[in-house]
């Protein structure tokens, strides 16, 4: 009994170690399968196997642990991420920041810079201001003191001037008078050289006429010879002998007088004044055919015989009974006519209106200067092969070949230029601003 009863304790006891090593080994596969969910062990061939609802149990059971690890991973993960781009804002705006205070600085530097540059300017200009007042105040100076020195400089000029201006015009009212008794010893000499014919026209000598309300005046001149061209080439000079009643235009034809020609119907053209005026101003931009329809429309008009001045005739009225390259004397002067270097207030700029200057012994005004003048002759080399007797030259001009002759000197001309023997040519159809002419006329 008593062996039975321990064999039956001993059973007893083996079967307890055995359920408790089972669910030891239950509790250890579970745990094991918490700890590893990838790893599974088979379960021991000699337990029992779990019916299906504490399998589905255990998967359930499974799956929740694995969705909340992975959650948790996740959530592990998301806030790495978070951290990592909190990280990185962090360093951008600390970037950022630097740059924008590196900005700061730059830009305040440079504007100390210009503030700098600019108060260097403000006084670099300050003392030019200072230094351009200094230079104002010693010109301002310098030139009232010149003023004064000019002053006192032209109130001795002044007086100068007025003491020879006094000099001078009595020593022209001196030379008018030399000339007047000049003039009249040359009228006596050649009204004595005159035929008896032109002694019974004495009274008409000198006298000053017009043949119209519109006509041009005239002068008539004394008969008389003269010796023709310049006396410093004696070779080429001509005796000539006026022994016919000549009457010369007073004044250059003026451009009032042109303008009644065509106004009339006379002269076709109407000239450029050049802008010095019409009226009494010389009339210029004509050619010398221009001037033949104004003497035609002249004779047409008067029934008097008008033409232009031969040659001979221009020279003898030009002289006046002198023997000197200018009326007046040998040398051009000043203030006796117009050209570029005779002294007027016209020179070298324009005509001057007819009649400005002293006329010569025979009455003729503006006979050497101011605007050129068209004669009747034909261009001819040698004055020694004109006529003798004072009529014009007309051989040699043709229609293809038509040069005329031109006296007196312009007002652009030189003194040299406007001698009483000067000479000079151009084509029947020119015209300029220096050349114009002057009548004639006779019985």
Known sequence: MKHA?????????????????????????????????????????????????????????EQRRRAKAEARANAAKKQAAERENARLRAIEQARETAAREAARKAAAAQAAAVRAEAAKAAAARAAEVKEAIREAAAKELAAREAAARESA?????????????????????????????????????LVAARSTSALNSKERIGTVFRDCAKCPELVWLPQGDFVMGDAAANDSRLVVEIRYMLAVGRFEVTFAEWDACVAAG?????????????????????????????VAWLSRTTNKRYRLLSEAEWEYAARAGTD???????????????????????????????????????????????????????????VRDGSADGRALTSGCTAASDTRVVRGGAWYGSA???????????????FDNGIGFRIARTE
């Open 5 to 61: 009863g321990i064999r039956s304790f001993g059973r007893s006891a083996l079967a307890m170690a055995f359920w408790f090593g089972l669910a030891a080994s239950t509790a250890l596969a579970e745990t094991a399968s918490v700890i590893d969910p990838t790893e599974g062990l088979e379960p021991p061939k000699a337990a029992a196997q779990p019916d299906n609802a504490l399998k589905r149990s255990r998967a359930e059971a």
């Open 153 to 189: 400089a032209k109130e001795a000029a002044a007086k100068a001037a007025a003491a020879r201006a006094a000099a001078a015009q009595e020593a022209a009212d001196r030379l008018i008078a030399a000339r007047k008794g000049t003039v009249r010893e040359n009228r006596v000499q």
């Open 416 to 430: 040299r230029s406007i001698r009483s023997a000067a000479r000079t040519s151009a084509a029947a159809d020119h």
């Open 266 to 294: 006379g002269c076709r053209k109407r000239p450029h004044d050049a802008g010095w005026g019409r009226g009494g101003q010389p009339v210029i931009n004509v050619s010398w055919g221009d001037a033949q329809q104004y």
């Open 324 to 382: 000197v390259r200018y009326w007046w004397g040998d040398q051009a002067g000043r203030g006796d006519a117009n050209c570029a270097d005779c002294g007027s207030k016209w020179d070298g700029r324009q005509a001057a209106p007819v009649g400005r200057f002293a006329p010569n012994p025979f009455g003729l005004y503006d006979m050497h200067g101011n605007v050129s003048e068209w004669v009747e002759d034909c261009f001819h080399d040698r």
